[in-house]
């Protein structure tokens, strides 16, 4: 049966009917003859141009119409239902409806051949688009669509049975390739010295160093001039290092040097984010119209980084994808998807008006097929660790702020999941902001937490997810003020700046110049209440910066400040030291926590460059760049190892010893370099008199002749004589009174 459907795919459906009509009328069974087999007699061509007619002459006596070749934008819908005449209608206009929701079917171009004998369709047809493009989105989007509970489709391009066709009934063994190892990607993990690398970007070249903190310099790995055409960034776990360009972007690795690993098109590239697991990828452009009156259209895609494929794409109006009281570039926040589900990236979410829609990155599709609902929602974010969602709202006129967890069945199996996100409405008649929970499977409200006459609420999450921080903006009694306060959530124990993996954060507050610094602590001893440990008093800053492993915290006056810095210690509560960086913009910690750079970049028209300090507050070395527009640390993956083991590992006194002796043969070694670079200078020095003494010697003949033989290089031709010059500087007189002895 697939055979005989087979041949009706090799004739146009026109040549088909005109040939069954005329073998109705002169009583021939058409289906017994091989169409393909018949010639005409010799001599004989009754007005058909045969093959072998003179091409020119053909081409000189009529114009040819053009000619498709090929049938790239046909596709064939294979398992319809097979259905009587009356229902031929009904069954095209329903494939009509399916298959040009993606595009336009050609005119003439649907054909759904009938059987005669029964009088019924086949249980397929044929549909015509313009182009092989359209042909291709309609099989992507057709094929596998449950078109009832008995029949899926299955589409594929017409010219792809002519491939089928030439597949061997017999099978062969594939050929086998000789293993050929690829780039290894990690490599610079296993780095000796322990090093970490960073890049800039300054003016046209972009540069890759490591950070030999111990010789007290940098070490270039790799430079490249025009690598980017707007901006570079390192992937989460710094696997890739991504490079942006007018066509789209390229992601780079490799072991030594930074080769591309993979292309990605997307004209017109504007931003880009990676998942945190670095599976995916999503790009970002925005097209404002020549027209006021026409739609801001923007264009998110979203790749599978390691095949470069395209897994799902959305386009449309700013508008759809924003709310009024969140607006990032372009009149859309950044970044628009919010990544969650751990170090698979099972889910990522986005906000719209008044809902959050959350995607499962398995099929890229809603889950339950719907969004959450949430009034006047206007922000969110994931948990750091578990799939949780923080999210505030637009406050209301005395609002309140409810905290609650609930869950919600995604499906899917039941996956543990968080999501917490601030909601607003629904417990009053007027909007009230409420931070939620929601966690899969089941609805369950852990807390409740009212604040009233709230202007504003922000959160803030731990690195390790344990602790929430909301912080909120409340009305004074005259209404004319605000004042800021925090409510803390103990996550991890259901009881519902954060030191990362710690137990403590830091406050600037105050209203004069120099602010106080106040830290506290979520767990004091013996109780569970939040401890207060000290208060720095009137410092010159208005940032702080954890160490990305805790206990050290930096303290920056930046901007107005001049680059104030204060390295302090949180353990013992003491500053450590004091420096400065003037005119620095940014502070930058290393995934180690050992350094922290501090940069001018390209903000500042002078000072331009980089000072590399350890985290007690020494500084190392430092590096002009003229025009420095970026400089990025390259993230660490997390630790395979138990907390337990890096416990072990992480024992100072166990290996004290042996990074001393490091120290020490590191220290030595500058000491050797110092000798040898000054033993090279002496060289250098006794070569450069050498070779001026050797032209004097060529050039003595010459100047004897211009001076008549007077020997005038001698050294005997001068005496030397020795005079010794007294000068009196000035004369004092001091009277001293004196007794005589008697």
């Not at 000189?60 to 209608?89: H, M, R, S, W, Y």
């Not at 030594?256 to 970002?284: C, N, W």
């Not at 259209?297 to 994808?321: P, Q």
């Amino acid at each position: 049966m697939v055979e005989a459907q087979l041949g009706f795919y090799h004739h146009p459906p026109q040549l088909m009917d005109g040939l069954e009509a005329r073998a109705r009328e002169l009583g021939i069974d058409i289906s017994s003859l091989d169409l393909d087999a018949i010639t005409l007699p010799a001599g004989e061509d009754y007005d058909i141009p045969s093959d072998d007619d003179d091409d020119d002459e053909i081409l000189q006596n009529e114009d040819l119409p053009e000619v498709e070749i090929g049938f790239a934008n046909t596709i064939v819908v294979d398992n319809l239902p097979v259905v009587p005449p009356e229902k031929f209608e009904r069954l095209g206009d329903i494939i009509r409806k399916i298959f040009s929701c993606t595009s336009a079917i050609k005119e003439g171009g649907f054909w759904m051949p009938v059987n005669e004998d029964t009088n019924m369709t086949y249980g397929y047809c044929f549909i015509e688009y313009n182009t092989p493009q359209e042909a291709q989105l309609a099989r992507k989007i057709g094929n596998g669509f449950n078109f009832d509970k008995s029949h899926k489709l299955v589409v594929n391009i017409f010219d792809d049975f002519e491939r089928y066709m030439k597949v061997p009934d017999e099978s062969t063994a594939a050929e086998t390739k000789p293993y050929t190892p690829g780039e290894n990607q990690h490599k610079w993990l296993t780095d000796e010295k322990a090093r970490d690398q960073f890049v800039m970007r300054a003016g046209t070249y972009t540069e890759v160093y490591w950070n030999d903190a111990r010789q007290l310099r940098s070490e270039l790995i790799y430079q490249r001039q025009f690598w980017t055409d707007s901006f570079i960034q390192w992937s989460p776990l710094g696997t890739y290092l991504a490079t942006v360009h007018r066509q789209g972007l390229q992601v780079w690795g490799g072991e030594d040097k930074f080769v591309r690993l993979m292309r990605f098109a997307h004209p017109q590239v504007e931003h880009i984010d990676f998942s945190p697991g670095e599976r995916f990828l999503v790009t970002y452009s925005s097209h404002k119209p020549s027209n006021p009156r026409d739609t801001h259209k923007v264009v998110l895609n979203i790749f599978y980084v390691r095949t470069g494929k395209l897994m799902r794409d959305f386009k449309g109006s700013a508008d759809v994808f924003t709310t009024a009281e969140n607006i990032g570039f372009s009149g859309v926040p950044w970044p628009c998807f919010r990544w969650g589900g751990g170090k698979g990236d099972k889910y990522f979410a986005r906000l719209g008006k008044n809902i959050i829609s959350i995607y499962e990155t398995d099929s890229f599709s809603l889950i339950d097929k719907k969004s959450l609902k949430i009034e006047n929602v206007v922000d969110f974010c994931w948990s750091p660790t578990d799939p949780m969602i923080r999210g505030h709202p637009k406050p209301a006129r005395n609002p309140r702020v409810r905290v609650q967890k609930c869950t919600r069945g995604f499906g899917r199996g039941r996956v543990f999941s968080n999501l917490a996100g601030l909601l607003a409405g629904g417990f009053s008649p007027n909007p009230h902001p409420h931070p939620c929970l929601v966690q899969i499977p089941g609805k369950e409200e852990l807390r409740q937490k009212n604040l009233f006459s709230v202007s504003d609420c922000k959160m803030y999450w731990q690195s390790n997810g344990e602790y929430l921080a909301v912080q909120f903006d409340r009305y004074t009694k005259t209404k004319k003020s605000t004042y800021t306060g925090f409510e803390l959530f103990r996550i991890k124990e259901r009881d519902i700046p954060i030191e990362p993996k710690g137990h403590r954060f830091a406050v600037i507050h105050g209203d004069g110049p120099r602010p106080d610094i106040s830290f506290y602590c979520m767990q004091a001893a013996n109780t569970s209440r939040v401890s207060k440990l000290t208060t720095l008093k009137s410092r010159e800053a208005n940032a702080l910066y954890w160490c990305p492993t805790g206990h050290f915290i930096l303290i920056a006056g930046l901007k107005g400040f001049s680059g104030k810095l204060e390295f302090y210690n949180v353990d013992e509560l003491e500053t450590m030291a004091t420096g400065d960086h003037f005119m620095a913009t940014d502070i930058k910690w290393d995934p180690t926590g050992r350094y922290v750079a501090t940069v001018v970049t390209a903000v500042h028209e002078m000072e331009n460059g980089f000072q590399i300090w350890s985290f007690s507050g020494n500084l190392l070395y430092k590096l002009s760049k003229d025009h420095l527009y970026q400089f990025s640390w390259r993230p660490r993956p997390p630790a395979l190892l138990a907390p337990v083991k890096v416990e072990e590992i992480t024992n100072l006194k166990k290996y004290r010893k042996k990074y001393e002796q490091e120290d020490r043969d590191a220290s030595n070694q500058m000491t050797e370099q110092e000798l040898m670079k000054r033993t090279q200078l002496e060289e250098e020095w006794a070569a450069w008199v050498a070779k001026w003494k050797q032209l004097n010697e060529e050039d003595r003949a010459h100047r004897m002749e211009l001076i008549d033989g007077e020997a005038c290089d001698e050294e005997e031709g001068y005496e030397a004589k020795e005079v010794e010059v007294e000068e009196v500087v000035g004369v004092t007189e001091e009277v001293l009174a004196f007794e005589l002895d008697h």
